[in-house]
């Protein structure tokens, strides 16, 4: 890396000299300028890191030249001396721009830490940038709406939002919990006609359902006791935008018939109220529950399940979606490093399969907590297992070296055919889903079921 390049702006000729000999053999390429005047023709002609500049000189002082020069030179790194200097003048030159204050005499170390901290700082300003571009650039080729992925199975999921977006249909997001449904429904809004008005969200099952019902749908004045005075409901708050209603399946069984009617009639009628109050509202429903077993034994209204089920859009967990959690966890350290004032490199290669093996009950949002901690708390530039405190999981996965093999091929391979056994025993069989769900192709699935010499019993096509 090439080194930085100072220039010392001072009166004294001997001052000049010898912080040119000092900084030189330090090994710091450097120029002199006798004022402000000569300082700013040299920046003008050659590119400077750091600029030490004395505070009293003739023609020019340094507060007049700190002050032209950053107008020009907002990025470059100020560095003020002075013999007359008080906390005052320090102070004063820091208000101006000065990065640090030097008081003369000095002794040689105080000036070269002076600079090694400036370094440290303009180190840390790249990164930081960097950092920002490399969050950028992820976001845009792997997300959307906020959503990061690169699965073949979450790109289906963001084309159908491309589709269903623009139309008012009622949309059910179902999934584990954890799995980002409230992102599908807000991205659903926001390349929706209906991005500029409001996005009402409410979690069913969060509320009383004595209180829900005033919530969703207002009261009027004296409707209870503590009715001082008429309150809109979420679906007035969300006119000409989206309601969405997130655990649905939390619903009360009466209030379930209240929703329908106000779904489907485009009005509702606030509690304590006789006139039906027309809205135009986007409904988005989203549940962790399996509706229709829920509509089978009776807990939850047929009718009301295929009106919001118009069209479903399904987010597999992310054990189905291994192929997204080295990205995810990527994004999440960049994020966590930006967000806490951390600079770790990433994932060492020993936590990458303890990540991948993983079964992450709480999906996305437990693979935030994790590498959030870890991002905290990880001593080194690397994210190692132990600083995942997944130790379950990484005993488990001690099992492909249990004999004190020590290759990384050789594990790979075991851990290559244990998920494909256990993606073919998940499908019955059935290797095209087993394809699907491994993000391979068939003819690549069936090469590898004849390497490893896999067979299972009731194989179907």
């Not at 005052?88 to 721009?97: N, P, Q, V």
């Not at 030097?102 to 440290?120: G, H, Q, Y």
């Not at 018939?257 to 606030?270: D, F, G, H, M, S």
Request: with cysteine; hydrophobic share 40%; proline share 4%.
């Amino acid at each position: 890396m090439a080194q930085k390049r100072v220039l010392v702006v001072d009166d004294e000729k001997n001052m000049r000299h010898m912080l040119e000999l000092m900084l030189g053999k330090a090994g710091y390429p450097v120029e002199s300028a006798a004022n402000g005047e000569e300082a700013l023709a040299a920046m003008e002609d050659m590119d400077f890191d750091f600029i030490l500049c004395d505070l009293r000189m003739p023609r020019m002082d340094g507060m007049t030249f700190l002050n032209k020069a950053r107008k020009s030179f907002p990025d470059k790194t100020y560095i003020m001396m002075s013999a007359y200097g008080t906390i005052e003048t320090a102070l004063e030159a820091m208000k101006h721009g000065a990065y640090d204050y030097i008081s003369k005499p000095f002794k040689t170390d105080e000036v070269l830490l002076t600079l090694r901290k400036a370094e440290e700082r303009e180190r840390l300003k790249a990164e930081n940038a960097l950092l920002k571009v490399r969050i950028n650039e992820i976001e845009q080729k792997y997300s959307f709406s906020n959503i990061i992925a690169r699965s073949e199975v979450m790109a289906q999921v963001f084309e159908l939002v491309r589709r269903v977006a623009n139309h008012n249909t009622t949309v059910l997001i179902t999934g584990e919990s954890g799995t980002g449904k409230e992102l599908i429904a807000r991205a659903v809004h926001s390349n929706s006609r209906r991005a500029s008005g409001p996005l009402v969200a409410v979690n069913c099952g969060g509320i009383p359902p004595a209180l829900l019902e005033s919530e969703l749908f207002g009261f009027k004045k004296g409707a209870f006791t503590d009715a001082a005075r008429d309150k809109p409901g979420l679906f007035e708050q969300a006119n000409a935008g989206t309601l969405f209603l997130d655990e649905i399946g939390e619903l009360s069984y009466p209030l379930q018939v209240k929703l329908l009617r106000a779904i489907q009639e485009r009005e509702i009628t606030p509690l304590g109220g006789t006139a039906a109050v027309k809205v135009d509202v986007r409904v988005i429903a989203a549940t962790s529950r399996d509706l229709e077993k829920e509509v089978t034994e009776g807990r939850f209204r047929e009718d009301l399940f295929y009106r919001i089920n118009v069209v479903r859009i399904h987010l597999p967990p992310l054990r189905e979606r291994k192929g997204d959690i080295p990205l995810l966890a990527g994004y999440f350290i960049s994020h966590f490093n930006s967000k806490l004032g951390k600079s770790l490199e990433g994932l060492s290669s020993e936590a990458v399969p303890v990540l991948m093996e993983h079964p992450w009950p709480g999906n996305v949002r437990e693979l935030e907590n994790i590498m959030e901690k870890a991002v905290l708390l990880a001593p080194g530039k690397w994210i190692t297992p132990s600083d995942l405190g997944l130790k379950k999981t990484a005993q488990r996965h001690t099992s492909y070296a249990g004999s004190g093999e020590l290759s990384i091929k050789k594990a790979a391979r075991e851990m290559e055919k244990s998920l494909i056994q256990q993606a073919l025993l998940k499908t019955g069989g059935n290797k095209s889903q087993a394809a699907r769900l491994l993000e391979i192709s068939r003819p690549m699935l069936l090469l590898k079921i004849k390497e490893y010499d896999i067979r299972l019993k009731n194989s179907n096509t």
